[in-house]
Nanobody, 116 residues
Framework: QVQVVESGGGLVQPGGSLKIACEIS????????IGWFRRAPGKEREFVAS?????IYANSVKGRFTISRDNAKNTVYLQMNSLKPDDTALYYC????????????WGQGTQVTVSS
């Protein structure tokens, strides 16, 4: 059974850092694209970053966020530095499973709040 579970969210001050994790079970994540998305209050869900053969970032986070994977733990991470209040959102992890090219498996999200 495919499961995608996010963790590590919390409250952080502007300029601070946070690392969130996406633990995957039911398939080997190294063979599929894994992505992070976010939904801010009153806004639509937006793409943040993805990893497969390469990494892709939204312009709004490029240079501040880093996506990485630990194949042994079947976990994908999002390291977020220089956080801004505009980064406040519910962060979701998604996988292109079962259909490659389609974000078909989603987690429940982890809340990241950037505030002083």
């Amino acid at each position: 059974q495919v499961q995608v579970v996010e963790s590590g969210g919390g409250l952080v001050q502007p300029g601070g850092s946070l690392k969130i994790a996406c633990e995957i079970s039911g398939f080997s994540s190294q063979y599929y694209a894994i992505g992070w998305f976010r939904r801010a209050p009153g806004k639509e869900r937006e793409f943040v970053a993805s990893i497969f053969w390469d990494t892709i970032y939204a312009n709004s986070v490029k240079g501040r966020f880093t996506i990485s994977r630990d194949n042994a733990k079947n976990t994908v991470y999002l390291q977020m530095n220089s956080l801004k209040p505009d980064d406040t959102a519910l962060y979701y992890c998604a996988a292109q499973v079962p259909v490659p090219g389609t974000w078909g498996s989603w987690g429940q999200g982890t809340q990241v709040t950037v505030s002083s």
